[in-house]
């Protein structure tokens, strides 16, 4: 069950390293304001979010685990890395905006 629940931190924490980097990445354009960058953007971060929760479960079936309390403690484990993540992301991101004047 540790094993599961390290899992899903680790793979949460790759999921947000992985959306930070891409914000940091894509600043440029999202500073001029391009509708299809910015579009592109929220379109790779819905496929960002999909990919390691499917490596979760899929990990989950190879190690013969069923939907049991190990597994739910996998997945919850998994939205708490995401959760704590996405706060951290979210604040760097606001503090970017207000700094270079898009938002006030």
Do not use: N
Not at 29 to 38: F, G, Q
């Amino acid at each position: 069950m540790a094993l599961l629940i390290l899992l899903g931190l680790l793979f949460g924490g790759l999921q947000c390293a992985a959306i930070a980097w891409f914000f940091v990445a894509t600043r440029g354009p999202r500073k001029t304001r391009r509708i299809s960058i910015i579009a592109a953007c929220y379109l790779a971060l819905g496929i960002l979010s999909l990919g390691p929760l499917q490596l979760l479960t899929e990990v989950e079936d190879r190690l013969g685990i069923s939907r049991t309390s190990a597994g739910d403690a996998a997945i919850w484990s998994y939205l708490v890395a995401i959760i704590v993540g996405v706060v951290l992301i979210l604040r760097a991101e606001m503090r970017w905006r207000k700094e270079i004047g898009i938002s006030k």
